[in-house]
Each structure stands twice: as structure tokens, then as C-alpha cells.
């Protein structure tokens, strides 16, 4: 399950990710972004109660970047050490802007 709780404000968008990123969950939240980046400039998304992702959601959040890699950007806050390890074994901490 997965709860995203979003603010928009100035162009910019802050998304509260609450639970599991996978295979099952990884299209609502494609859902909701493609909702909301064509009419923002910043996108922040905040980890701190995500407690999984999977490579579905991984593939979520690389579609996301390179959209807003085109805009003001893309950064991840209160990421986990344990969905820290994800990002730097498969190579996204090179890739996205994060925030421990």
C-alpha cells in the first residue's frame, strides 16, 4: 500500500510517499505525476515514511527525473538508509538529487 499526500504551491510540488513503491503501487504514483508535471517547475518528494521500492518504482521515479531535468529539477528528502543501499547499488545515487 501506498499513501502520497501532495501540497502545490509556486510551481512547485512537495509529494509525501507513506509505504511500499512496487510493482503494485508504482502506477498510482505514475498516475499522479503525470497529473502534476506539466505545470510545475520543482518537484520534492519526501521519503521519510517510504519503507520499500522496487524496481518498478524505481522506473517511476527515473521517468519523473528526466522530466523535470528539464524544469528546476527533481530532489528526494528523508531518504532511509535502507532505501539508500537501493540507490547505490543499482547506480540512481549518481542519477537523482538526494537528500539524505
Known amino acids: 500500500m501506498l ?4 501540497t502545490l504551491e509556486n510551481e512547485k510540488a512537495v509529494c509525501v510517499l507513506e509505504g511500499r513503491l512496487d510493482t503494485v503501487t508504482a502506477p498510482q504514483l505514475e ?3 503525470k497529473d502534476i508535471l506539466p505545470e510545475i517547475k520543482e518537484l520534492e518528494m519526501n521519503f521519510d515514511k ?3 521500492i522496487s524496481s518498478a518504482g524505481l522506473r517511476v521515479l527515473l521517468s519523473a527525473h528526466k522530466m523535470m531535468s528539464k524544469k528546476a529539477g527533481m ?3 528523508h531518504v532511509h538508509d535502507s532505501i ?3 540507490f547505490e547499488v543499482t547506480g540512481f ?3 537523482l538529487n538526494i537528500e539524505a
Open 50 to 52: 517510504l519503507e520499500y
Open 75 to 77: 530532489k528526494l528528502t
Open 31 to 33: 498516475a499522479d505525476l
Open 3 to 6: 499513501n502520497i499526500s501532495k
Open 84 to 86: 539508500m543501499e537501493i
Open 93 to 95: 545515487s549518481d542519477i
